[in-house]
């Protein structure tokens, strides 16, 4: 659930209804692509429930999804098709936000704008950290448990309140969508 906290702790409650007013539910059968990339997109997706498997092209697993995670956001930002499949591991739903609905509400808020292109830069730069951490320590290596609790220690009180309102307002999408 960390990416959805990235994102949704930088939006305020206006953003959140205005989510639930323009997101749709669209609901996806185990096995059935969510995500190709030989087809464009038109929304960012934040999954409510289920779990999905990220694909190269060649079927090769890189990833798996669960609910909390956003899909849809490199596309959306680069303006380029996907370059991974994303299909589901079984039956899961997520809240579709249309680009259309976005740049329209870019254009109306323009704060909402600066809000949601400063959140999605800190949840791909926490990304491209893990990667780069992941490398640096090798893929089956693992933080202990030492090193876990001084990380968590050294996260400020602005952070820790961020990362609540985030998860209360994921929870209010689950309920409305649910």
Do not use: C
């Amino acid at each position: 659930m960390r990416k959805v906290l990235h994102i949704l702790g930088y939006f305020n409650d206006e953003d959140i209804a205005w989510m639930t007013q323009f997101g749709r539910k669209k609901s996806i059968s185990a096995n059935e692509f969510l995500i190709q990339t030989s087809v464009q997109l038109s929304s960012i997706y934040f999954v409510l429930n289920g779990r999905f498997q990220i694909e190269l092209p060649d079927g090769t697993l890189i990833a798996k999804i669960k609910s909390g995670e956003i899909l849809g956001e490199m596309s959306f930002i680069e303006e380029e098709m996907p370059s991974v499949n994303v299909k589901a591991a079984e039956d899961s739903s997520v809240v579709a936000l249309d680009y259309d609905f976005m740049h329209e509400r870019f254009r109306e808020t323009p704060s909402f704008e600066a809000r949601f292109y400063k959140a999605i830069s800190l949840f791909l730069s926490s990304r491209l950290r893990g990667v780069a951490g992941k490398l640096s320590y090798g893929k089956a290596e693992q933080k202990d448990a030492k090193e876990m609790k001084m990380l968590e220690s050294n996260i400020d009180n602005a952070t820790l309140q961020r990362i609540q309102i985030a998860g209360e307002r994921f929870n209010r999408l689950l309920s409305h969508f649910s």
